[in-house]
Nanobody, 127 residues
Framework: QLQLVESGGGLVQPGGSLRLSCTAS????????IGWFRQAPGKEREGLSC????????NHVDSVKGRFTISRDSAKNTVDLQMDSLKPEDTAVYYC????????????????????WGQGTQVTVSS
């Protein structure tokens, strides 16, 4: 079974950057649609960014558009989330998740359709 592992979280000052990585051992992520989600204390888990299996399509929600970028690195078997211009309200536990969909179809951020989830990595934006 696909097991996802996130890394790259930490403490950063407002306006700073972090790069999160999602990887899996024993499975290639190229077959999966990957999404990044986050959950802040007392709030529901929200979808942020996704990328389809071919890498031809990405989507970002408005709150992170222009600040977050999702990308694949097939050689490293990772899907990364580059986060720039971070704000205190970006503080949350960040999760990567995966589902299998039709090749080259657009990705989505419907949480219920993501079958596999990582354990999460904490991101704290504070001065």
């Amino acid at each position: 079974q696909l097991q996802l592992v996130e890394s790259g979280g930490g403490l950063v000052q407002p306006g700073g950057s972090l790069r999160l990585s999602c990887t899996a051992s024993g499975f290639t992520l190229d077959y999966y649609f990957i999404g990044w989600f986050r959950q802040a204390p007392g709030k529901e888990r929200e979808g942020l960014s996704c990328i389809n299996s071919s890498g031809s399509n990405t989507n970002h929600v408005d709150s992170v558009k222009g600040r977050f970028t999702i990308s694949r690195d097939s050689a490293k078997n990772t899907v990364d989330l580059q986060m720039d211009s971070l704000k205190p309200e970006d503080t949350a536990v960040y999760y990567c998740a995966a589902y299998m969909g039709p090749w080259n179809s657009p990705c989505h951020l419907l949480r219920r359709e993501y079958e596999y989830w990582g354990q999460g990595t904490q991101v704290t934006v504070s001065s």
